[in-house]
Every structure is written in structure tokens, then in C-alpha cells.
């Protein structure tokens, strides 16, 4: 037999469910950006947004990379099978 689950539910910590969203965002920041929000230098939603905007820079990055392996003849053909991947294509 299977022990009942003693977490406790978001109610009896006395949290909502918006609360517990901004608490888990909050310990997803990097350090960085974490003790920055902590001292009050930047807002927890400025801190996300420079988080989002990195990764970001990290991926175009990394497409840049795998863009310049492919030789100029066959660009168009990768990028339109790109475009397929994406929900906007």
C-alpha cells in the first residue's frame, strides 16, 4: 500500500496559486540577477526579462553557428524547413 501524499496543499501554507508562480520564478533567476531583486537594484520582472532576453541571445547564437555550416547554395532550403518548425510558420 502506497503512503498518502503529506505534501501539503498551496491552501494550507496559506499561499494562492499566483503567489506560489511568482515564488517559483523568483528561485528559477540565476544568482546574479537573484541578489540583484534581493537588494532591490532591479525588480523581479525587469530580473526575468533580462534572464528571457539571454537565453535568447543564446539561441540566435547557436542558429547563427549552425547557419554558417551550411553552404550558401543550401540556405534557402534550411530555412524554409526551419520555418515549418516554429508555431508562427
Do not use: C, N
Request: aromatic share 6%; glycine share 4%; charged share 30%.
Amino acid at each position: 500500500m502506497v503512503p498518502p501524499d503529506e505534501t501539503p496543499t498551496l491552501a494550507e501554507l496559506g499561499l494562492t496559486k499566483k503567489i506560489s508562480k511568482l515564488e517559483q520564478d523568483i528561485a528559477d533567476l540565476p544568482d546574479e540577477q537573484f541578489e540583484k531583486a534581493v537588494e532591490g537594484v532591479i525588480t523581479i520582472a525587469r530580473a526575468q526579462k533580462k534572464v528571457k532576453e539571454k537565453q535568447r541571445q543564446e539561441k540566435r547564437a547557436q542558429i547563427a553557428v549552425l547557419g554558417a555550416a551550411v553552404a550558401p547554395s543550401d540556405r534557402w532550403h534550411v530555412w524554409q524547413a526551419r520555418v515549418s518548425l516554429y508555431p508562427w510558420g
